[in-house]
């Protein structure tokens, strides 16, 4: 690759999002010959400088992807399981059905629609087809914009952002109500019997802090701070079981009725990843790369496993029997029992999503940036779709952002250089 002069690489960090935007590393990719970017790289593009901005589109003759499936917020559910039971997505080699240039969240999909916060239109929440990938409409967002990743709940999208939580009518966009939050990272909100439960808070000026809002109008229910005097709010919150888990070093579990708290577990170095919960069980990855399964009743720790060093905000994927946990060098598979079942070499890797067969995955780095689909049964490459590098203004950007996204029959991805739509 020529030498990028005169640019700056932009370091992306996985603060929000459960490593939504992740970064730029400079490693070598495993396999490189068969990472095949799509598309034009930036430095066959950029020939003045700065550059001007791309963009944003839409594909110009798409496949249609399959709408069947509803993927409603952050890793499918409100434990962050990133796994539902009767999706299959992409198992075995993908067509791209399309691909255009955007900068966006990683979509969310209901009733046939994506949703996604778009940063390359000026921080909107835009609705497009999930079929196409065509805009439907947009809405352009207040005090700074839309910069979480959506979460729709029946008619109604709610939207976290640095400093307020938003709600909006599904349908058209319309903006129902705001309410302000502290200020932070924004992660993606959990909606449980139309409250909407979110933390907030990972800047000096600011304590950490949990909420929890009426959806329906707005009314803040109660509001907690968790006091650890420590800046490690890094992700988004999981609930299940009554209760809301939030990791600001510590794990915490508060009463989802009155945001009392329940339990609180300290580990021997801190915890700044997005829990994930299924079956009694909470899971979290601290700093030295350890794996902690920690009883959602009382906080007793079941079990912890050595994976390596997760980026910061990411989440452990899980269905009933296995637990998938990217780290910096790899996916690893345990059984819900702690036992190492198997790793897949990989840099960088985001949050994973889990379909029946495999599991998705993409690498956030500047030179590593394929998606992957693993076998679950004996952690074999199905198949990888590289990324390209992307010039926005003066810096030069690349990788895949955050978690893929499942539907039967489709994968959506986002990198630096735009949304994939990947079918059978």
Known sequence: MP????RTVLQWS????????TGCTGKTSPDPASATPSGPTATETAEQFPPPEPTAGAPQDPKPM???TEWTRFQADTGNTGHRQDVTAVPNTP????????QSSPPVVADG???????????ALVARNAATGRVQWTTQVENGGALGMPVVDDETIVLQSYSLLFAFDRQTGTQ?????????????????????????????????????????????Q?????????????????VADDLLFVVDGDLVALNTADGSEAWRVSFAVPTETTPSVADGTVYVTDTAGHLHAVATADGTEHWSAKVGKPDRGTAAAVTGDDVYVGTETGLHAL??????????DMNQATTPTVGTDAVYVGEGGYDHRTVFAIGRDDGAKRWQHGTAEQTISDTVQAGVRGPPTLVEGGVYVVAANGMYAFGR
């Open 113 to 123: 629609t994506l949703y996604t916060t778009e940063y390359s239109r000026k921080n």
């Open 95 to 102: 067509a791209v059905y399309w691909q255009f240039f955007v």
């Open 66 to 68: 399959p709408t069947t």
């Open 14 to 21: 996985g603060l929000a999002l459960g490593g939504l935007l």
């Open 176 to 220: 129902l109500w705001k309410q302000d939050i502290g200020r932070g990272p924004p992660g993606s909100p959990v909606v449980v019997d139309g409250t909407a439960y979110l933390a907030n808070g990972s800047f000096a000026e600011w304590a950490t802090e949990a909420f929890a809002f009426d959806v329906a109008t707005g009314e803040k």
């Open 222 to 238: 109660w509001q907690t701070e968790l006091g650890t005097g420590e800046l490690h709010l890094r992700g988004s919150i999981a």
């Open 3 to 6: 030498p990028r002069t005169r």
């Open 335 to 344: 059984t819900a029992a702690g036992t190492n079942q198997w790793q897949f």
